[in-house]
Each structure stands twice: as C-alpha cells, then as structure tokens.
C-alpha cells in the first residue's frame, strides 16, 4: 500500500506541477503577445509618420520636415552640399519641448560652419492639404566640423509646445557662416 500511495502521491505532484507549467507558460505567451502588439502599434505610427513626412517633403519649395515619430533622416540640398537630418529625444519640459537635431554631411568634406532656421508648429488639415499652424521659429548657428564625414549635432528648445502638440520641425534657410 505505501508503494501504491507513492505512486499516487507522484502522480498527482506531477499533474499538478504541469498544470503549473503550463499556466506560466500562457503567462508567458500572454506577455509576449502583449509586447508584439505594442511593438505593432509603435511601428504602424512610426510608418504613417514616415509616409507623412516624405509627402511634405516631396511638395516642399522651402527647407524640410522632420516629424516627431517618423524616426527618419530626411535629405536637404543647402547651400552647403546635401545634408541629411534627423530629428530625436523629443521631450517635454517645463515651457515647451527639447529635442535633438542631427545634421550629417553626405559628402567627404568636413562641414562649413552656418546658420539655419527652424521653424515648429502644429498642421491643420490633410497632408495634401495642409496650413501649418501656430508657427514658432529659431536662428540656429553651427561651428565648423573637423572631422569628414561630420555631423552636426544641435539641441533644440521649443517653447510653447508640447511634444504631443508638435506636429513638425521644418529646417530651412541653411547658408554658411561667412565671418
């Protein structure tokens, strides 16, 4: 009897431990699942972002548009050679936002120093039909690089707006810094 007890007291351990098993691993899964979803979501936005972004610029006659989200360089043809932007580290803070924009050469030569102008605001309407809104701008200065290939990179301070009222960041006027 006690070996039929043993028996049935294994048994039964065993069933429950894998019952056990496998409510962790639907755990798991569930967790997982959860992680893929936002991962999905984060990812859908990012591409319309993106889609936004290049429609504006492939209409834009004046600079070009970084949108909070999009996580894409986009390419400006300046006075200064093409240059590729980039737009990150968007942040809240006390008056506004902060972020950071990354300026890269595309050529072998080290970047001149120059002025630019940012400007930021909000869209009103479509990304066919638009009115930018609320409009801020901004000098900014950049000294010359030493290094080729250079990038540039420039902290930005947006006041007024937060970042979830921030629709864009539209670069233009890049000429160099004639002393």
């Not at 569930?30 to 504006?56: A, C, F, H, P, Y």
């Not at 610029?57 to 050679?81: D, E, F």
């Not at 737009?87 to 630019?116: C, M, Y």
């Not at 947006?158 to 006027?173: A, E, K």
Request: glycine letters at 8%; charged letters at 15%.
């Amino acid at each position: 009897m006690t070996k039929t007890y043993l028996r049935f007291l294994l048994v039964g351990s065993l069933i429950s431990l894998s019952a056990c098993a496998q409510q962790s691993e639907v755990r798991q899964m569930r967790q997982e699942v959860g992680s893929l979803n936002q991962q999905m979501t984060k990812l859908g936005d990012q591409s319309i972002k993106l889609t936004q972004q290049n429609s504006l610029n492939a209409k834009s006659t004046t600079g070009v548009y970084l949108l909070p989200g999009s996580n894409t360089p986009a390419r400006l043809n300046s006075q200064i050679g093409n240059l590729q932007m980039s737009l990150s580290n968007v942040a809240a803070e006390a008056n506004g936002t902060r972020a950071t924009l990354t300026i890269k050469g595309e050529s072998n030569d080290p970047l001149p120093a120059f002025t630019g102008e940012i400007a930021w605001g909000q869209f009103q309407g479509t990304t066919d039909n638009y009115q930018e809104v609320n409009v801020q701008t901004q000098r900014i200065e950049a000294p010359a690089s030493v290094l080729a290939p250079s990038d540039v990179t420039i902290p930005l301070r947006l006041p007024g707006i937060t970042p979830d009222q921030l629709g864009f960041v539209r670069i233009h006027d890049i000429q160099p810094n004639v002393p």
